[in-house]
Protein backbone atom coordinates (compact mmCIF):
# COMPACT_ATOMS: atom_id res chain seq x y z
CA UNK A 1 0.00 0.00 0.00
CA UNK A 2 2.78 2.34 0.93
CA UNK A 3 6.14 1.26 -0.74
CA UNK A 4 7.67 4.80 0.23
CA UNK A 5 7.38 4.02 4.06
CA UNK A 6 7.95 0.11 3.88
CA UNK A 7 11.32 0.42 5.47
CA UNK A 8 10.66 3.31 8.04
CA UNK A 9 9.48 2.89 11.79
CA UNK A 10 5.76 2.78 11.98
CA UNK A 11 2.89 4.81 14.10
CA UNK A 12 2.90 8.71 14.20
CA UNK A 13 5.78 10.06 16.15
CA UNK A 14 4.74 13.92 16.14
CA UNK A 15 1.70 15.43 15.48
CA UNK A 16 1.99 19.37 13.73
CA UNK A 17 -0.71 21.82 13.88
CA UNK A 18 -1.36 24.72 11.33
CA UNK A 19 -2.53 27.71 13.43
CA UNK A 20 -4.17 30.44 10.95
CA UNK A 21 -7.86 29.20 10.40
CA UNK A 22 -6.88 25.87 12.55
CA UNK A 23 -6.72 27.07 16.02
CA UNK A 24 -7.65 30.86 15.22
CA UNK A 25 -9.70 33.42 13.27
CA UNK A 26 -7.53 34.98 10.41
CA UNK A 27 -9.24 35.03 7.23
CA UNK A 28 -12.21 36.55 8.25
CA UNK A 29 -10.44 39.41 9.08
CA UNK A 30 -8.18 39.81 6.13
CA UNK A 31 -11.66 39.36 3.94
CA UNK A 32 -13.27 42.39 6.22
CA UNK A 33 -9.62 44.33 4.66
CA UNK A 34 -10.25 43.47 1.47
CA UNK A 35 -14.34 44.64 1.38
CA UNK A 36 -13.05 48.03 3.33
CA UNK A 37 -10.00 48.09 0.13
CA UNK A 38 -12.97 47.83 -2.32
CA UNK A 39 -15.30 50.76 -0.83
CA UNK A 40 -12.56 52.98 -0.56
CA UNK A 41 -11.93 52.62 -4.38
CA UNK A 42 -15.44 52.69 -5.09
CA UNK A 43 -14.42 56.50 -4.51
CA UNK A 44 -12.45 56.45 -7.91
CA UNK A 45 -12.93 53.83 -10.26
CA UNK A 46 -16.34 51.65 -10.96
CA UNK A 47 -14.87 48.12 -10.87
CA UNK A 48 -16.49 45.07 -10.45
CA UNK A 49 -12.86 42.86 -10.25
CA UNK A 50 -11.17 45.38 -7.98
CA UNK A 51 -10.78 41.91 -5.50
CA UNK A 52 -9.45 40.04 -8.82
CA UNK A 53 -6.82 42.66 -9.37
CA UNK A 54 -5.45 42.74 -5.72
CA UNK A 55 -5.24 38.96 -5.97
CA UNK A 56 -3.30 39.17 -9.51
CA UNK A 57 -1.11 41.66 -7.49
CA UNK A 58 -0.83 39.98 -4.60
CA UNK A 59 0.26 36.57 -6.67
CA UNK A 60 2.94 38.88 -8.80
CA UNK A 61 4.59 40.04 -5.55
CA UNK A 62 4.66 36.62 -3.60
CA UNK A 63 7.74 35.84 -5.01
CA UNK A 64 9.11 39.00 -3.32
CA UNK A 65 7.15 39.61 -0.76
CA UNK A 66 6.23 36.39 0.77
CA UNK A 67 2.94 35.66 3.20
CA UNK A 68 1.94 37.81 5.52
CA UNK A 69 -0.06 41.38 6.71
CA UNK A 70 2.64 43.54 5.22
CA UNK A 71 3.06 42.37 1.90
CA UNK A 72 -0.85 42.35 1.00
CA UNK A 73 -0.73 45.98 2.52
CA UNK A 74 2.05 46.71 0.10
CA UNK A 75 0.33 45.01 -2.92
CA UNK A 76 -3.04 47.00 -1.72
CA UNK A 77 -0.91 50.19 -2.27
CA UNK A 78 0.01 49.47 -5.50
CA UNK A 79 -3.03 48.31 -6.77
CA UNK A 80 -4.53 51.51 -5.49
CA UNK A 81 -2.22 53.21 -7.64
CA UNK A 82 -2.52 51.44 -10.34
CA UNK A 83 -6.59 51.53 -10.40
CA UNK A 84 -6.82 55.15 -10.05
CA UNK A 85 -4.18 55.87 -12.29
CA UNK A 86 -2.39 57.58 -9.84
CA UNK A 87 -5.47 59.61 -8.32
CA UNK A 88 -5.41 57.94 -5.20
CA UNK A 89 -5.27 60.61 -2.65
CA UNK A 90 -3.00 61.06 0.25
CA UNK A 91 -5.25 60.42 3.07
CA UNK A 92 -6.65 56.86 1.30
CA UNK A 93 -3.06 55.78 1.39
CA UNK A 94 -3.48 56.32 4.92
CA UNK A 95 -6.56 54.32 5.04
CA UNK A 96 -4.60 51.95 3.45
CA UNK A 97 -2.12 51.55 5.97
CA UNK A 98 -4.43 51.84 9.01
CA UNK A 99 -6.45 48.97 7.55
CA UNK A 100 -3.19 46.92 7.89
CA UNK A 101 -2.41 48.03 11.73
CA UNK A 102 -5.81 46.99 12.42
CA UNK A 103 -5.08 43.51 10.67
CA UNK A 104 -1.81 43.37 12.87
CA UNK A 105 -3.48 44.16 16.02
CA UNK A 106 -6.54 42.35 15.95
CA UNK A 107 -7.21 40.08 18.75
CA UNK A 108 -6.23 36.25 18.94
CA UNK A 109 -9.94 34.50 18.59
CA UNK A 110 -9.33 30.96 19.55
CA UNK A 111 -11.97 28.81 17.93
CA UNK A 112 -14.61 26.10 19.56
CA UNK A 113 -12.86 23.45 21.31
CA UNK A 114 -9.29 24.13 19.98
CA UNK A 115 -7.33 24.12 23.81
CA UNK A 116 -9.25 20.36 24.63
CA UNK A 117 -8.72 19.49 21.77
CA UNK A 118 -4.68 20.30 21.30
CA UNK A 119 -4.61 18.90 25.15
CA UNK A 120 -6.10 15.56 24.30
CA UNK A 121 -3.84 14.91 21.10
CA UNK A 122 -0.98 16.46 23.23
CA UNK A 123 -1.86 13.55 25.91
CA UNK A 124 -0.59 10.73 23.26
CA UNK A 125 1.69 12.19 21.04
CA UNK A 126 4.20 15.15 21.02
CA UNK A 127 2.46 18.41 19.06
CA UNK A 128 4.18 21.26 17.13
CA UNK A 129 2.93 24.23 15.72
CA UNK A 130 4.16 25.25 12.02
CA UNK A 131 2.73 27.98 10.55
CA UNK A 132 3.74 30.42 7.53
CA UNK A 133 3.95 34.20 7.38
CA UNK A 134 5.47 37.40 8.58
CA UNK A 135 7.61 35.86 11.53
CA UNK A 136 6.82 38.72 13.69
CA UNK A 137 2.98 39.06 13.33
CA UNK A 138 3.02 35.21 13.93
CA UNK A 139 5.07 35.38 17.33
CA UNK A 140 2.58 37.78 18.57
CA UNK A 141 -0.33 35.55 18.03
CA UNK A 142 0.97 32.81 19.35
CA UNK A 143 2.17 34.95 22.24
CA UNK A 144 -1.43 36.26 22.65
CA UNK A 145 -3.12 32.87 22.17
CA UNK A 146 -2.16 31.21 25.57
CA UNK A 147 -1.21 27.89 23.55
CA UNK A 148 2.21 28.34 23.43
CA UNK A 149 2.36 25.99 26.41
CA UNK A 150 1.19 23.09 24.75
CA UNK A 151 3.70 23.06 21.99
CA UNK A 152 6.97 21.58 22.13
CA UNK A 153 8.10 23.50 19.19
CA UNK A 154 6.77 26.60 17.39
CA UNK A 155 7.99 26.51 13.50
CA UNK A 156 7.54 29.74 11.31
CA UNK A 157 8.37 29.22 7.80
CA UNK A 158 8.26 31.00 4.50
CA UNK A 159 6.55 28.48 2.68
CA UNK A 160 4.67 24.94 3.83
CA UNK A 161 5.84 22.51 0.74
CA UNK A 162 7.72 19.12 0.33
CA UNK A 163 11.16 20.33 0.97
CA UNK A 164 10.27 22.54 3.81
CA UNK A 165 8.02 19.43 5.92
CA UNK A 166 11.23 17.17 5.12
CA UNK A 167 13.10 19.66 6.13
CA UNK A 168 11.35 19.90 9.80
CA UNK A 169 11.17 16.10 10.05
CA UNK A 170 14.87 15.59 9.96
CA UNK A 171 14.75 18.42 12.49
CA UNK A 172 12.51 16.40 14.82
CA UNK A 173 14.33 13.64 14.28
CA UNK A 174 11.91 11.57 12.52
CA UNK A 175 10.46 10.11 9.05
CA UNK A 176 7.53 11.52 7.22
CA UNK A 177 5.62 8.51 7.51
CA UNK A 178 5.80 9.13 11.18
CA UNK A 179 4.06 12.75 10.65
CA UNK A 180 0.66 13.65 10.72
CA UNK A 181 -0.58 17.66 9.74
CA UNK A 182 -3.84 19.17 11.14
CA UNK A 183 -4.88 22.22 9.34
CA UNK A 184 -7.73 23.87 7.24
CA UNK A 185 -5.42 24.29 4.42
CA UNK A 186 -5.33 21.12 1.27
CA UNK A 187 -2.44 23.18 -0.40
CA UNK A 188 -0.34 23.87 2.49
CA UNK A 189 -1.16 21.42 5.31
CA UNK A 190 -2.54 18.42 4.01
CA UNK A 191 -1.44 17.44 0.48
CA UNK A 192 2.56 18.15 0.84
CA UNK A 193 2.52 16.03 4.00
CA UNK A 194 0.26 13.36 1.88
CA UNK A 195 3.10 13.82 -1.15
CA UNK A 196 6.34 12.81 1.55
CA UNK A 197 4.14 9.75 2.77
CA UNK A 198 2.83 11.61 6.30
CA UNK A 199 -0.76 11.58 7.13
CA UNK A 200 -3.59 14.51 7.73
CA UNK A 201 -6.67 15.80 9.21
CA UNK A 202 -8.38 18.52 7.24
CA UNK A 203 -10.16 20.73 9.44
CA UNK A 204 -12.19 23.12 6.38
CA UNK A 205 -12.63 26.66 7.39
CA UNK A 206 -15.92 28.53 6.28
CA UNK A 207 -13.62 30.64 3.93
CA UNK A 208 -10.64 29.97 2.20
CA UNK A 209 -7.86 32.86 0.56
CA UNK A 210 -8.06 31.56 -2.89
CA UNK A 211 -4.46 31.08 -3.10
CA UNK A 212 -5.12 28.26 -0.73
CA UNK A 213 -7.88 27.03 -2.27
CA UNK A 214 -5.93 25.98 -5.09
CA UNK A 215 -5.25 22.01 -4.70
CA UNK A 216 -5.91 18.92 -5.34
CA UNK A 217 -4.31 15.88 -3.40
CA UNK A 218 -3.33 13.46 -6.05
CA UNK A 219 -2.19 10.68 -4.02
CA UNK A 220 -2.13 9.31 -0.09
CA UNK A 221 -5.98 9.83 0.28
CA UNK A 222 -6.19 6.42 2.36
CA UNK A 223 -3.90 8.63 5.00
CA UNK A 224 -6.04 11.75 4.92
CA UNK A 225 -9.32 12.01 7.41
CA UNK A 226 -11.54 15.32 7.07
CA UNK A 227 -13.32 16.35 9.85
CA UNK A 228 -16.26 19.16 10.61
CA UNK A 229 -14.41 21.08 13.81
CA UNK A 230 -11.60 20.37 16.42
CA UNK A 231 -13.84 18.34 18.50
CA UNK A 232 -13.60 15.44 15.80
CA UNK A 233 -9.60 16.06 15.72
CA UNK A 234 -8.62 13.22 18.74
CA UNK A 235 -10.54 10.10 17.19
CA UNK A 236 -9.50 10.99 13.75
CA UNK A 237 -5.63 11.56 14.89
CA UNK A 238 -6.12 8.13 17.13
CA UNK A 239 -7.68 6.34 14.13
CA UNK A 240 -5.09 7.02 11.54
CA UNK A 241 -2.70 6.27 14.21
CA UNK A 242 -3.64 3.21 14.29
CA UNK A 243 -3.75 2.75 10.65
CA UNK A 244 -0.25 3.83 10.78
CA UNK A 245 0.78 1.38 13.30
CA UNK A 246 -0.83 -1.35 11.04
CA UNK A 247 1.49 -0.57 8.13
CA UNK B 1 36.05 36.33 37.25
CA UNK B 2 33.03 34.76 35.92
CA UNK B 3 30.50 33.53 39.01
CA UNK B 4 27.90 32.60 36.62
CA UNK B 5 30.18 30.13 34.77
CA UNK B 6 31.67 28.28 37.69
CA UNK B 7 29.47 25.36 37.64
CA UNK B 8 29.66 25.45 33.50
CA UNK B 9 31.09 23.34 31.04
CA UNK B 10 34.69 25.04 29.87
CA UNK B 11 35.07 26.08 26.18
CA UNK B 12 33.49 26.87 23.27
CA UNK B 13 31.09 24.80 22.24
CA UNK B 14 29.46 26.75 19.20
CA UNK B 15 30.32 30.29 17.20
CA UNK B 16 27.11 32.30 16.02
CA UNK B 17 27.28 34.85 12.78
CA UNK B 18 25.54 37.11 12.12
CA UNK B 19 24.41 38.09 8.40
CA UNK B 20 23.45 41.67 7.29
CA UNK B 21 26.57 43.66 7.66
CA UNK B 22 28.95 41.08 9.02
CA UNK B 23 28.84 38.70 6.16
CA UNK B 24 27.39 40.67 3.27
CA UNK B 25 26.71 44.07 2.63
CA UNK B 26 23.19 45.99 4.01
CA UNK B 27 23.13 48.51 5.38
CA UNK B 28 24.54 50.26 2.19
CA UNK B 29 21.19 49.75 0.37
CA UNK B 30 19.33 51.15 2.96
CA UNK B 31 20.97 54.14 3.13
CA UNK B 32 20.87 54.76 -0.65
CA UNK B 33 16.53 53.69 -0.41
CA UNK B 34 16.75 56.62 2.47
CA UNK B 35 18.61 59.18 0.22
CA UNK B 36 16.33 58.64 -2.73
CA UNK B 37 13.27 58.95 0.02
CA UNK B 38 14.80 62.16 0.62
CA UNK B 39 14.54 62.98 -2.34
CA UNK B 40 11.53 62.36 -3.58
CA UNK B 41 10.00 64.18 -0.44
CA UNK B 42 11.92 67.69 -1.30
CA UNK B 43 9.74 68.06 -4.67
CA UNK B 44 6.88 68.75 -1.12
CA UNK B 45 9.00 69.81 1.43
CA UNK B 46 11.56 71.88 2.62
CA UNK B 47 12.52 69.94 5.43
CA UNK B 48 16.53 69.00 6.52
CA UNK B 49 15.28 66.21 8.99
CA UNK B 50 13.50 63.93 7.13
CA UNK B 51 15.62 61.44 8.04
CA UNK B 52 15.30 61.96 11.28
CA UNK B 53 11.06 61.89 11.21
CA UNK B 54 11.31 58.58 8.78
CA UNK B 55 13.55 56.94 12.11
CA UNK B 56 10.82 58.34 14.47
CA UNK B 57 8.19 56.65 12.70
CA UNK B 58 10.09 53.39 11.83
CA UNK B 59 10.63 53.67 15.95
CA UNK B 60 6.67 53.89 16.54
CA UNK B 61 6.36 50.95 14.03
CA UNK B 62 8.62 48.62 15.19
CA UNK B 63 6.39 46.66 17.87
CA UNK B 64 3.86 46.70 14.82
CA UNK B 65 6.03 45.64 11.68
CA UNK B 66 9.18 44.33 13.30
CA UNK B 67 12.66 44.26 11.24
CA UNK B 68 13.06 44.32 7.96
CA UNK B 69 12.28 45.81 4.29
CA UNK B 70 8.65 46.12 3.93
CA UNK B 71 8.02 47.12 7.22
CA UNK B 72 10.30 50.52 6.60
CA UNK B 73 8.44 50.57 3.39
CA UNK B 74 5.22 50.87 4.90
CA UNK B 75 7.02 53.43 7.73
CA UNK B 76 8.31 55.27 4.31
CA UNK B 77 4.62 55.33 2.75
CA UNK B 78 3.10 56.73 6.09
CA UNK B 79 6.01 59.13 6.60
CA UNK B 80 5.40 60.39 2.92
CA UNK B 81 1.76 61.13 3.82
CA UNK B 82 2.31 62.83 7.37
CA UNK B 83 4.91 65.09 6.04
CA UNK B 84 3.33 66.07 2.89
CA UNK B 85 -0.28 66.55 4.32
CA UNK B 86 -1.63 64.32 2.02
CA UNK B 87 -0.72 66.25 -0.61
CA UNK B 88 2.20 62.83 -2.16
CA UNK B 89 0.95 61.90 -5.45
CA UNK B 90 -0.05 58.20 -6.57
CA UNK B 91 2.97 58.02 -8.72
CA UNK B 92 5.22 59.08 -5.55
CA UNK B 93 3.73 56.50 -3.50
CA UNK B 94 4.06 53.86 -6.79
CA UNK B 95 7.87 55.27 -6.70
CA UNK B 96 8.83 54.63 -3.28
CA UNK B 97 7.31 50.85 -3.13
CA UNK B 98 9.48 50.27 -6.21
CA UNK B 99 12.63 51.49 -3.84
CA UNK B 100 11.54 48.88 -1.58
CA UNK B 101 11.21 46.30 -4.09
CA UNK B 102 14.76 47.32 -5.43
CA UNK B 103 16.13 46.65 -1.73
CA UNK B 104 14.51 43.10 -2.02
CA UNK B 105 16.37 42.51 -5.11
CA UNK B 106 20.11 43.81 -4.36
CA UNK B 107 22.26 40.85 -5.04
CA UNK B 108 23.74 39.40 -2.13
CA UNK B 109 27.68 40.93 -1.84
CA UNK B 110 29.94 39.04 0.64
CA UNK B 111 32.01 41.12 2.42
CA UNK B 112 35.76 40.31 2.09
CA UNK B 113 37.29 37.64 3.08
CA UNK B 114 34.09 36.15 4.29
CA UNK B 115 33.91 32.12 2.71
CA UNK B 116 38.08 31.83 4.16
CA UNK B 117 36.86 33.17 7.53
CA UNK B 118 33.93 31.20 7.79
CA UNK B 119 35.67 27.90 6.78
CA UNK B 120 38.21 28.59 9.09
CA UNK B 121 36.11 28.70 12.42
CA UNK B 122 34.31 25.99 11.04
CA UNK B 123 36.88 23.68 10.75
CA UNK B 124 37.44 24.36 14.69
CA UNK B 125 33.51 24.67 15.80
CA UNK B 126 30.22 23.66 14.81
CA UNK B 127 28.96 26.93 12.71
CA UNK B 128 25.17 28.71 12.61
CA UNK B 129 23.55 31.64 11.38
CA UNK B 130 22.00 33.53 13.26
CA UNK B 131 20.15 37.22 11.62
CA UNK B 132 16.78 39.30 12.35
CA UNK B 133 14.50 40.18 10.23
CA UNK B 134 12.02 39.53 7.34
CA UNK B 135 11.56 35.48 6.90
CA UNK B 136 10.60 35.55 3.85
CA UNK B 137 14.17 38.09 2.69
CA UNK B 138 16.29 36.77 4.93
CA UNK B 139 15.79 33.23 3.62
CA UNK B 140 16.35 34.64 0.41
CA UNK B 141 19.44 36.16 0.84
CA UNK B 142 20.95 33.13 2.58
CA UNK B 143 20.20 31.07 -0.57
CA UNK B 144 21.82 33.58 -2.69
CA UNK B 145 24.93 34.11 -0.15
CA UNK B 146 26.19 30.48 -1.27
CA UNK B 147 27.40 29.91 2.27
CA UNK B 148 24.15 28.11 3.36
CA UNK B 149 26.44 25.17 3.16
CA UNK B 150 28.79 26.05 5.92
CA UNK B 151 26.47 26.75 9.04
CA UNK B 152 24.99 23.34 10.60
CA UNK B 153 21.44 26.14 11.62
CA UNK B 154 20.37 28.89 10.06
CA UNK B 155 17.97 30.69 12.40
CA UNK B 156 15.86 33.70 11.23
CA UNK B 157 14.78 35.69 14.54
CA UNK B 158 12.75 38.19 15.06
CA UNK B 159 14.52 39.79 17.91
CA UNK B 160 18.37 39.28 19.20
CA UNK B 161 18.03 40.08 23.23
CA UNK B 162 19.28 37.89 26.10
CA UNK B 163 16.01 35.83 25.68
CA UNK B 164 16.48 34.81 22.39
CA UNK B 165 20.07 33.48 22.51
CA UNK B 166 19.24 31.88 25.79
CA UNK B 167 16.55 30.11 23.61
CA UNK B 168 19.01 29.36 21.01
CA UNK B 169 21.70 28.12 23.28
CA UNK B 170 19.09 25.51 24.48
CA UNK B 171 17.65 24.85 21.28
CA UNK B 172 21.48 23.94 20.34
CA UNK B 173 21.79 21.96 23.86
CA UNK B 174 24.76 23.94 25.28
CA UNK B 175 24.96 26.39 28.01
CA UNK B 176 25.38 30.51 26.98
CA UNK B 177 28.56 30.24 28.30
CA UNK B 178 29.77 27.77 25.48
CA UNK B 179 28.31 30.15 22.65
CA UNK B 180 30.29 32.75 20.56
CA UNK B 181 28.89 35.82 18.76
CA UNK B 182 30.40 37.20 15.94
CA UNK B 183 28.56 40.36 14.31
CA UNK B 184 28.46 44.23 13.40
CA UNK B 185 26.37 44.95 15.70
CA UNK B 186 26.83 45.49 19.47
CA UNK B 187 23.70 46.37 20.29
CA UNK B 188 22.09 43.29 18.44
CA UNK B 189 25.13 40.57 18.52
CA UNK B 190 27.49 41.15 21.51
CA UNK B 191 26.00 42.93 24.25
CA UNK B 192 22.86 40.29 24.92
CA UNK B 193 25.27 37.54 24.23
CA UNK B 194 27.85 38.94 26.92
CA UNK B 195 24.94 39.79 29.01
CA UNK B 196 24.36 36.21 29.41
CA UNK B 197 28.00 34.91 30.07
CA UNK B 198 28.64 34.26 26.64
CA UNK B 199 31.57 35.55 24.24
CA UNK B 200 31.42 38.08 21.46
CA UNK B 201 33.89 39.17 18.18
CA UNK B 202 32.37 42.75 17.17
CA UNK B 203 33.75 43.28 13.38
CA UNK B 204 32.57 47.02 12.84
CA UNK B 205 30.73 47.98 9.70
CA UNK B 206 31.60 51.38 8.16
CA UNK B 207 27.69 52.68 8.87
CA UNK B 208 25.21 51.37 11.15
CA UNK B 209 21.67 52.00 11.38
CA UNK B 210 21.01 54.19 13.89
CA UNK B 211 18.92 51.86 16.10
CA UNK B 212 21.65 49.06 15.85
CA UNK B 213 24.81 51.99 17.11
CA UNK B 214 22.56 52.42 20.33
CA UNK B 215 24.15 50.36 22.83
CA UNK B 216 27.05 49.95 25.15
CA UNK B 217 28.34 46.52 26.36
CA UNK B 218 27.83 46.83 30.16
CA UNK B 219 29.67 43.85 30.96
CA UNK B 220 31.84 41.22 30.03
CA UNK B 221 34.39 43.13 27.90
CA UNK B 222 36.85 40.88 29.42
CA UNK B 223 34.85 38.12 26.78
CA UNK B 224 35.07 40.73 23.52
CA UNK B 225 37.10 41.04 21.34
CA UNK B 226 37.15 44.00 18.16
CA UNK B 227 38.37 42.78 14.74
CA UNK B 228 38.88 45.29 12.08
CA UNK B 229 37.60 42.62 9.72
CA UNK B 230 36.98 39.11 8.62
CA UNK B 231 40.76 38.12 7.89
CA UNK B 232 41.61 39.00 11.86
CA UNK B 233 38.61 36.73 12.93
CA UNK B 234 40.06 32.75 13.18
CA UNK B 235 42.86 33.98 15.57
CA UNK B 236 40.34 36.13 17.91
CA UNK B 237 38.21 33.12 18.25
CA UNK B 238 41.00 31.24 18.79
CA UNK B 239 41.89 33.40 21.74
CA UNK B 240 38.88 33.75 22.93
CA UNK B 241 38.49 29.60 22.91
CA UNK B 242 41.59 29.23 24.69
CA UNK B 243 40.23 32.04 27.39
CA UNK B 244 36.98 29.92 28.01
CA UNK B 245 39.01 26.72 28.61
CA UNK B 246 41.33 28.54 30.98
CA UNK B 247 37.84 29.42 32.98
Known sequence: MRP??????????????DADDTLWRSQDYFDAAQAQFERLLADYVDLADVGARLYAVEQRNLALFGYG?????LSMVETAVELTGGRIRGED??????????????????????????EAVAAEFPVVLITKGDLFHQEAKVRQSGLSDLFGRIEIVSEKDPPTYARLCREFGIA??????????LRSDIAPVLALGGWGVHVPYHTTWAHEAQARVEAGGERLRTVPDLAALPPAVRDLAALAVAG
Chains 1, 2 share one sequence.
Open 4 to 17: DASDSPRGIAMVGF
Open 69 to 73: VKGML
Open 93 to 118: VHRIVELGKQLLQHPVELLPGVRAAV
Open 176 to 185: PQQFLMVGNS
